[in-house]
């Protein structure tokens, strides 16, 4: 059974910095590319970063302007998101995703997904 589970969100000052984690069971980490998704209330949901199974390539959301950072440890089968310069508007929840794929950014590519954890920037 494939399980996605994510960690480090919580409350931040704009202007703050949280690391998300994203701890991956059940499957072959190093065949999968993983993403990082999240969803605003009342928006739908939106690519924010993903990275290859192999090589650590990544691809960004354009929007993201270097804030963020995706990065793998396939020797602890985890992804994290450094996420630094947070803004209000970045308040969502983030989930994890697994592809079957070498890298992408399309949501109805990923096979499997996490929870999701909570991130709110507020002062």
């Known amino acids: 059974q494939v399980q996605l589970v994510e960690s480090g969100g919580g409350l931040v000052q704009p202007g703050g910095s949280l690391r998300l984690s994203c701890a991956a069971s059940g499957l072959i980490f190093t065949n999968y590319a993983m993403g990082w998704f999240r969803q605003a209330p009342g928006k739908e949901r939106e690519f924010v970063a993903t990275?290859?199974?192999?090589?650590?390539?990544?691809y960004y959301a354009d929007w993201l302007k270097g804030r963020f950072t995706i990065s793998r440890d396939n020797a602890k089968n985890t992804v994290y998101l450094q996420m630094n310069r947070l803004k209000a508007e970045d308040t969502a929840v983030y989930y994890c995703a697994a592809a079957d794929l070498y890298i992408s950014d399309r949501a109805d590519q990923y096979d499997y997904w996490g929870q999701g954890t909570q991130v709110t920037v507020s002062s």
């Open positions: 990275i290859s199974y192999s090589r650590g390539n990544t």
